[in-house]
Each structure stands twice: as C-alpha cells, then as structure tokens.
C-alpha cells in the first residue's frame, strides 16, 4: 500500500521562531519524489519544495528546507524566521516513479503563526 | 509562467442536474487532474488524463465523467449532481517528474454548491 500521512493537524508558533512539520510515507518503490504544497487562506495551492528519493542532500529554497529520512520514510518541512504570511495548510505528496506520475497526499498540517 | 485555469470558480447547480466543471492549462503538459478537497480528507483524486483523448479513473470516480478533447482543455462531468457532491474541486497539470518538470500546477479550484 502507498500512503502518506502527516500526523499533526494544526500547529501554532511564535512568528519568526522555526518550525517543523512532520510527514511519513509508505511506498515498495525505490525510487519515489516528495513534496511539500501550501494552501493559503484563499485557498490556492502553491508548490515549496521537492526532494527526490535518490538524493542524499536535503533540499532548500529561500526558508523552506527538508529533513530527508530515507531509512524512516520520513520527510519533514522546516521553516525558519517564520512570518505571518506563512499561516496556512501544508501538504505533503509523494509520487512514486512507476504510479506515472500520480501524487499521494497527506491530510495536512494547519500552521498558525502568532504575532 | 504555467497556468492552470478553472471556470466556473463558483457554482450553484441543483440535484439531479448535469454540471460541467472545465480546466484549461498553458503548460503544455501530458498529465491533467481533477481532485476534490472536503474538510478533513485533504486531496482526493477522481479522474485524470495523459493526453488529448484519454482519461484514467481515480480513487473517486463514482458519480463522475471527464473529457479531454485536447491537450489544453480537461472537463468533469457530474451527469446527475447530488448534494454529496458539494465541495470544492481542483484541477492540475503536471508532466514526468524525472524528466525536468519540477511540479504540478493547480488552479485556483471551483466552489460547487449541489442544492
């Protein structure tokens, strides 16, 4: 069975602390590619950040960066100097490489950014 | 830049009535999707298309059609709408992870009020 699941349903922080966001995945296939979307108040879903199953470096861009985990099917977002605007529903997807591209979703994680 | 547009972005349809959802994409590519989101069950997939012609079942397709006339163009169908079918629907295109194409794009959804 392939699934993904993120365990934490909201998560409230203090702006401009760090933050992690936890996802597990399940999947028989070796080579896979991870996702982290957003979805914002309005409710348009933006795409963060990638990690693909063979790579070893953990992926950033700007203040988004993973925590890949291969041995543990684990691939966990991390935020730093969080700011008001990054309040919003993430999602995680994994999309194996023999499912033709189809992505698996988490349920997501509600973050709330205080000020 | 890619773009993924839905139309209607709203809609009140009655029960028992045809609703045809439509999504057209500029990306130019293979792979087009229709999810919907209800609260509490994140993404789930209801049909999805490789290309002009084809369309492939998702893990929801009772009570849904799709139609790719083309490579821009990817439609869902609701032949007899129930109110079970009140929620908010997606569309995204995507193409071969492995091949360059970094992510899938959605559009902005539609809201569907089934009465």
């Known amino acids: 069975a392939q699934k993904v699941t993120q365990t934490q349903t909201s998560i409230s922080v203090m702006e401009k602390t760090t933050v992690t966001m936890d996802c597990v995945y399940e999947t028989q296939d070796s080579s896979y590619f991870l996702f982290w979307y957003k979805q914002t108040a309005s409710g348009e879903i933006v795409f963060l950040i990638r990690q693909d199953s063979y790579k070893k470096e953990n992926a950033t861009v700007g203040h988004y960066s993973l925590n890949f985990q291969k041995p543990k099917s684990s691939i966990g977002l991390i935020i730093t100097a969080t700011q008001i605007e990054d309040s919003a529903v993430y999602f995680c997807?994994?999309?194996?490489?023999?499912?033709?591209?189809?992505?698996?979703w988490g349920s997501g994680t509600k973050l709330i950014i205080k000020p | 830049e890619a773009a993924v547009t839905q139309s209607p972005r709203n809609k009140v349809a009655v029960t028992g009535g045809k609703v045809t959802l439509s999504c057209n994409q500029t990306n130019n590519h293979n792979n087009m999707y229709w999810y919907r989101q209800d609260t509490g069950h994140g993404l789930r997939l209801i049909h999805y298309?490789?290309?002009?012609?084809?369309?492939e079942k998702g893990d929801i397709p009772d009570g849904y059609k799709a139609s790719r006339p083309s490579q821009e163009n990817f439609s869902l169908i609701l032949e007899l709408a129930t109110p079970s079918q009140t929620s908010v629907y997606f569309c995204a295109s995507g193409d071969a992870f492995d091949r360059g194409n970094t992510e899938v794009f959605f559009g902005k959804g539609t809201r569907l009020t089934v009465v």
């Open positions: 997807a994994m999309s194996p490489l023999d499912s033709n591209y189809q992505l698996i």
């Open positions: 298309s490789y290309g002009a012609g084809s369309t």
